[in-house]
Each structure stands twice: as structure tokens, then as C-alpha cells.
């Protein structure tokens, strides 16, 4: 795909059905287009940059609307381009009307994330804080907010620079060492280059390793809840999210399909997922939905393994948690037990936790735990946490070539091959900024955009 970057774009920046709308032009004609369907106290191509213009949208001698215009020109506007942002009322109607009328006077529709795809090519920014301004857009939390405004704001583009600036170092050496081959000399002093590159990797591993809480920030944190039918899984699930959404029933096996269920605690959302028991059943319905359940034990990070007080069950079957989920034990309805002390399986390794679904006892303390294995402070605290799938893998390939560029000194391999890994590493973080990329990668990522950013 080759873009198309010299027509000037048009397209609505704000959803229909508010008080306002605002449309976007962009490109060197914007400002001439706006002119020709625009009657203000004076023509917009005679304004600085960054004003405001009251006046009339046109449409030869009827008027459209009365509208607020803000001017911005080149290379002063989020684009880098001449910029024109028009403030009509927020009709359907008008927009449709103010949208042809521009693109009868030369401007094209927009397509989805053009205004920031021109921002990254403008060199504005770089790819990963254009990417997290659809992530702002998307967030729906107080973390993922955290997360993409952070990354929006170049911290994240600040570390990898950084980095950036070590490898160029290195290679830097290495290349002067190539130069001088015959001469046999080692420019590069393979003690400073495995230091550097220790602290490059110390670094790449704590991005990479923040993915997991990025990622759950971002999307939500998965917590499972698994049992034998009857414990009161759904009874916990509508307690948690403060309304009555699983059914509940004394029949096992009600709960036939996963139920997921959204609540936000303390600027976190939680997806909590009503599985389906784990028992072995010969009804089909039946285990199509314990495959369900086994789905969503393998995605969650936190897993409630419940019982009824008083069960005898010691383990929890079939299933072993991965290094980053958290399994907890729960006992429910200890209402109905005279005595929790008597908890045959208390001798377990997995934190338990004694409640009643029912009356709401012991259910505060669980949301405590979910909040502390969920510490969303860092992002709150302006620290770079990875949640982009796109980035993990990338950075997952850099921490691979930095392994093997660490070997390859250990085993004493020469400069050139060395040059190859540091090579490999700068590709892998350079794909993140955007500093390397391909037109099919731009397609990929700004396609998710809406029209209109
Ligand atoms: P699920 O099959 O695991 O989802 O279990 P349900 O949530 O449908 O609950 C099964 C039954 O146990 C229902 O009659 C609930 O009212 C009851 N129940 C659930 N939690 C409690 C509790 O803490 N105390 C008591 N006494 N009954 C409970």
C-alpha cells in the first residue's frame, strides 16, 4: 500500500449525537477548502496560527451552520500540516453536509488513524506513542489511562532512545574495529561491551516482563472462577459485580457456559468469569462448557479455586497455574460452618480465603488481595509498562539477540559477527519507535484507529 500523503483529508473527529461535532481538514490545502465554504469577519488565509474564527458554513448562499474554526498552520498542528479543526452543532445533518461540501471543494475522506499516521511520518512522534493514542482513546480505566498517556508522552520512546544510543555506541566500536581488520586490534573493549550490554538486557527484560501487567491493565485483569457445581460461583460472581447477572441455583450444573462479568475496582477493570465446574459429565452441553472453563483457567491471571466449607477435597484437579497466574482457595458459605478451624485441606500451599458469597463475609478482603496482586501504583506513578502485543514480541526478539551477543563474547566470536547481533537488537527495538517499519506494518496498526484520529 502506498499512502497518499499530499491530498488534504476530511473527516469527522467526534461521534455524531453530542451538543458539538468537530471536523477535521488536514494538508496544504485545508485552509483554502475552508475558505471557500467559510464566511468569517475575514478570510482564514490571512489568520496566524492557532486562532479563532467565528463565522458561517456555506453552502453557496444558504447557510449550514454558525460555527467556531481553529486555524493551525504548518508545521504548528498535530499533522505537521496546514490544520483546520471546525466546531459545528452536532447534527447527523450538518456534518454529512460541512463533509461534502469540503470534498467538493478538493479534500478526500479521511481514512482511519490518517491525521496521526501523518503525525508519525512528519516525524511528530514516534510509532509507539502514535500507537498509544488509540490506546487512550480506547482506555476505560484509571490504569489503562495511566499506561497509554504515559507512553503517549515519550517516556517509553525516552528508554528505548536511550538504549538506542548504548547499541549505536557499540556498534560504533565494532565498526571502527572492522575497519582496522588486518591490523588484528580490538577497539572494543569486550569487558565494556558485556557490561554495556548487561545493562541493555537488565533493562529489555524489565519491559518485556512488565507485558503481563500491561497487558492485564489494559485489557482487564482475567480472574477465573472455578469449583464443583453448587459451591456458589455465580453467588460470589454477582457479589463481586454488585448485581444480580450469573443465575444462581441449587441445581449443579446450572451454570452451563462461561459468564463474564466487568467491574472496576479502584481504577482496575476486572473480568471475572463464572466458569462452568470441572467434573467429569457425560451431557454434552455440559462439556462443551468445562471446555469453556478450561479456556479461560489457561487466560486468567487470577484463578479462585472454591469449595464449600467443609469439603474434604484436597487439591484442585486438573489444572496447574503457570508461573504468572495466582491461584487462590476459597471457601465459601461459612455461614452454614460452625467452625472454619477444622479445614481439612488448610495445610494446602495456596492462600486461602474464608467467605460467604452469600452474606458478603470475608468477600472485602478478597478484593484487597485482588488489589495487591494487581498493583497498579507503577502506572499511576508515570513508570513505562509494556502493554502492546506488538512490542512484547519485538522486545522478546531483542532480549534473544542480546543473549546471543553476550555468548558470542563469552566464546571470544569476532567483531563481525558480533556487529550482526548488535545489528539484530537495534532492528528489533528500532520496529517499536517505528524507526524501521514497513508500509504493511503502518497499514496494519492504523487501521485500527478510528476515522478521524
Ligand atoms: P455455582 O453452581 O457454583 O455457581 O453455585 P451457585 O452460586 O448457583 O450457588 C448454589 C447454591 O448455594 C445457591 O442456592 C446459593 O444461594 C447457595 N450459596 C451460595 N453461596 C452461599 C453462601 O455463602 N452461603 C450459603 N448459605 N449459601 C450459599
Same mark, same amino acid.
Given at each position: *500500500?502506498?499512502?497518499? =500523503?499530499?491530498?488534504?483529508?476530511?473527516?469527522?473527529?467526534?461521534? #455524531?449525537?453530542?451538543?458539538?461535532?468537530? $471536523?477535521?481538514?488536514?494538508?496544504?490545502?485545508?485552509?483554502?477548502?475552508?475558505?471557500?465554504?467559510?464566511?468569517?469577519?475575514?478570510? %482564514?488565509?490571512?489568520?496566524?496560527?492557532?486562532? %479563532?474564527?467565528?463565522?458561517?458554513? *456555506?453552502?453557496?448562499?444558504? #447557510?449550514?451552520?454558525? +460555527? +467556531?474554526?481553529?486555524?493551525?498552520?504548518?508545521?504548528?498542528?498535530?499533522?505537521?500540516?496546514?490544520?483546520? !479543526?471546525?466546531?459545528?452543532?452536532?447534527?447527523?445533518?450538518?456534518?454529512?453536509?460541512?463533509?461534502?461540501?469540503?470534498?467538493?471543494?478538493?479534500?478526500?475522506?479521511? /481514512?482511519?488513524? !490518517?491525521?496521526? @499516521?501523518?503525525?508519525?511520518?512528519?516525524?511528530? *512522534?514516534?510509532?509507539?506513542?502514535?500507537?498509544?493514542?488509540?490506546?487512550?482513546?480506547?482506555?476505560?480505566?484509571?490504569?489503562?489511562?495511566?499506561?497509554?498517556?504515559?507512553?503517549? @508522552?515519550?517516556?517509553?520512546?525516552?528508554?528505548?532512545?536511550?538504549?538506542?544510543?548504548?547499541?549505536?555506541?557499540?556498534?560504533?566500536?565494532?565498526?571502527?574495529?572492522?575497519?582496522?581488520?588486518?591490523?588484528? +586490534? !580490538?577497539?572494543?573493549?569486550? /569487558? !565494556?561491551?558485556?557490561?554495556?550490554?548487561?545493562?541493555?538486557?537488565? @533493562?529489555?527484560?524489565?519491559?518485556?516482563?512488565?507485558?503481563?501487567?500491561?497487558?492485564? %491493565?489494559?485489557?482487564? +485483569?482475567?480472574?477465573?472462577?472455578?469449583?464443583?457445581?453448587? #459451591?456458589?460461583?455465580?453467588?460470589?460472581?454477582?457479589?463481586?459485580?454488585?448485581?444480580?447477572?450469573?443465575?444462581?441455583?441449587?441445581?449443579?450444573?446450572?451454570?452451563?457456559?462461561?459468564?463474564?462479568?466487568?467491574?472496576?475496582?479502584?481504577?482496575?477493570?476486572?473480568?471475572?468469569?463464572?466458569?462452568?465446574?470441572?467434573?467429569?459429565?457425560?451431557?454434552?452441553?455440559?462439556?462443551?462448557? $468445562?471446555?469453556?472453563?478450561?479456556?479461560?483457567?489457561?487466560?486468567? @491471571?487470577?484463578?479462585?479455586?472454591?469449595?464449600?466449607?467443609?469439603?474434604?477435597?484436597?487439591?484442585?484437579?486438573?489444572?496447574?497455574?503457570?508461573?504468572?497466574?495466582?491461584?487462590?482457595?476459597?471457601?465459601? &458459605?461459612?455461614?452454614?460452618?460452625? =467452625?472454619?478451624?477444622?479445614?481439612?485441606?488448610?495445610?494446602?500451599?495456596?492462600?486461602?480465603?474464608?467467605?460467604?458469597?452469600?452474606?458478603? &463475609?470475608?468477600?472485602?478482603?478478597?478484593?484487597?488481595?485482588?488489589?495487591?496482586?494487581?498493583?497498579?501504583?507503577?502506572?499511576?506513578?508515570?513508570?513505562? $509498562? #509494556?502493554?502492546?502485543?506488538?512490542?512484547?514480541?519485538?522486545?522478546?526478539?531483542?532480549?534473544?539477540?542480546?543473549?546471543?551477543?553476550?555468548?558470542?563474547?563469552?566464546?571470544?566470536?569476532?567483531?563481525?559477527?558480533?556487529?550482526? =547481533?548488535?545489528?539484530?537488537? *537495534?532492528?528489533?527495538?528500532?520496529?517499536?519507535?517505528? /524507526?524501521?517499519?514497513?508500509?504493511?506494518?503502518?497499514?496494519?496498526?492504523?487501521?485500527?484507529?478510528?476515522?478521524?484520529?
Amino acid at each position: *500500500m502506498i499512502f497518499n =500523503d499530499s491530498d488534504t483529508i476530511v473527516a469527522p473527529a467526534t461521534a #455524531v449525537g453530542g451538543a458539538l461535532c468537530v $471536523i477535521r481538514l488536514s494538508g496544504k490545502d485545508a485552509i483554502a477548502i475552508c475558505d471557500s465554504i467559510f464566511q468569517g469577519r475575514k478570510p %482564514l488565509n490571512q489568520a496566524k496560527t492557532a486562532t %479563532l474564527h467565528y463565522g458561517n458554513i *456555506m453552502d453557496g448562499k444558504e #447557510v449550514v451552520d454558525d +460555527v +467556531v474554526i481553529s486555524l493551525f498552520r504548518a508545521p504548528h498542528s498535530y499533522t505537521s500540516e496546514d490544520t483546520v !479543526e471546525i466546531s459545528a452543532h452536532g447534527s447527523r445533518y450538518i456534518v454529512n453536509k460541512i463533509i461534502s461540501l469540503a470534498t467538493s471543494h478538493g479534500a478526500r475522506l479521511a /481514512e482511519a488513524g !490518517e491525521f496521526t @499516521r501523518r503525525a508519525f511520518l512528519a516525524g511528530k *512522534m514516534d510509532l509507539s506513542q502514535a500507537e498509544a493514542v488509540a490506546d487512550i482513546i480506547a482506555s476505560s480505566s484509571h490504569s489503562a489511562h495511566a499506561i497509554a498517556s504515559t507512553q503517549m @508522552r515519550g517516556a517509553y520512546s525516552g528508554e528505548l532512545q536511550a538504549l538506542r544510543e548504548k547499541l549505536v555506541k557499540i556498534a560504533s566500536l565494532l565498526e571502527l574495529e572492522l575497519d582496522f581488520a588486518e591490523e588484528d +586490534v !580490538e577497539f572494543a573493549d569486550r /569487558e !565494556e561491551l558485556r557490561h554495556l550490554l548487561s545493562i541493555i538486557l537488565d @533493562r529489555v527484560s524489565s519491559l518485556s516482563d512488565s507485558f503481563s501487567l500491561g497487558n492485564a %491493565l489494559k485489557e482487564g +485483569v482475567m480472574v477465573a472462577i472455578a469449583g464443583r457445581p453448587n #459451591v456458589g460461583k455465580s453467588t460470589l460472581l454477582n457479589r463481586l459485580a454488585g448485581e444480580d447477572r450469573a443465575m444462581v441455583s441449587d441445581i449443579a450444573g446450572t451454570t452451563r457456559d462461561t459468564i463474564e462479568i466487568t467491574t472496576n475496582i479502584d481504577g482496575v477493570i476486572y473480568r471475572f468469569i463464572d466458569t462452568a465446574g470441572l467434573h467429569s459429565t457425560d451431557d454434552q452441553l455440559e462439556q462443551m462448557g $468445562i471446555k469453556r472453563t478450561e479456556q479461560a483457567l489457561r487466560k486468567a @491471571r487470577i484463578i479462585l479455586w472454591m469449595q464449600e466449607a467443609g469439603d474434604t477435597e484436597s487439591s484442585f484437579e486438573g489444572f496447574t497455574p503457570t508461573s504468572d497466574q495466582t491461584m487462590l482457595r476459597i471457601v465459601n &458459605k461459612i455461614d452454614l460452618a460452625g =467452625d472454619i478451624s477444622d479445614d481439612s485441606a488448610q495445610e494446602c500451599d495456596i492462600p486461602t480465603f474464608y467467605i460467604s458469597a452469600k452474606s458478603g &463475609k470475608g468477600v472485602d478482603t478478597l478484593i484487597e488481595e485482588f488489589k495487591s496482586l494487581t498493583n497498579a501504583s507503577a502506572a499511576y506513578q508515570g513508570e513505562v $509498562i #509494556v502493554s502492546s502485543q506488538r512490542h512484547y514480541n519485538a522486545l522478546l526478539q531483542a532480549r534473544a539477540a542480546l543473549k546471543s551477543a553476550l555468548e558470542a563474547i563469552d566464546i571470544g566470536i569476532s567483531g563481525d559477527l558480533l556487529s550482526e =547481533d548488535i545489528r539484530q537488537i *537495534m532492528y528489533h527495538v528500532g520496529t517499536i519507535t517505528g /524507526e524501521i517499519t514497513s508500509s504493511e506494518i503502518l497499514q496494519s496498526i492504523f487501521s485500527q484507529f478510528c476515522i478521524g484520529k
